[in-house]
């Protein structure tokens, strides 16, 4: 009986997608996090961006302070963008980095959209998270995720 109300109130939760804050004055928002374009759910998340051709596979480690790439197999990511600007050098944090994470907990984001024909998958951490991208198949192909980053309360 208790595996069946529990089972009961987990589905029930997973088809609202959605949740409900009160404002200060008292007036409740309905928050879709499971879509973040939404304009209420801006108000507690920031979108990040994240594009490249991959072949073979590698991680994006993403914290307050810096995103590096960390080389798996074959070869790097080419055409990588971060909210649609070019990041060429994969060594370097892109430019804007701090100012973008600033109020964020990067520890504890998710993936609302993923594009590519394997895997994409993100790790939270301690200090932030960390983007996982594979392509298996031969040859080279696009990917693209999009990672909804709350704000630190």
Request: with cysteine.
């Amino acid at each position: 009986m208790k595996f069946l109300k529990l089972s009961l109130a987990l589905l029930v939760c997973l088809n609202l997608c959605g949740c409900i804050i009160y404002t200060k004055n008292g007036g409740p928002v309905t928050v879709n996090f499971a879509n973040p374009t939404d304009e209420a759910a801006r108000a507690y998340v920031k979108l990040l961006h994240v594009s490249a051709t991959v072949d073979g596979s590698g991680v994006i480690v993403f914290t307050s302070q810096d995103a590096r790439y960390e080389h798996k197999n074959w070869g790097p990511p080419t055409n990588v963008t971060i909210n649609g600007k070019a990041w060429r050098d994969l060594n370097r944090t892109p430019a804007g980095w701090r100012d973008f994470t600033k109020g964020l907990d990067l520890s504890h984001a998710w993936i609302v959209k993923r594009e590519g024909r394997d895997v994409i998958a993100l790790e939270t951490t301690t200090n932030g998270c960390n983007l996982y991208l594979v392509d298996s198949p031969n040859g080279a192909a696009d990917y693209s995720a999009t990672i909804a980053i709350p704000r630190k309360k």
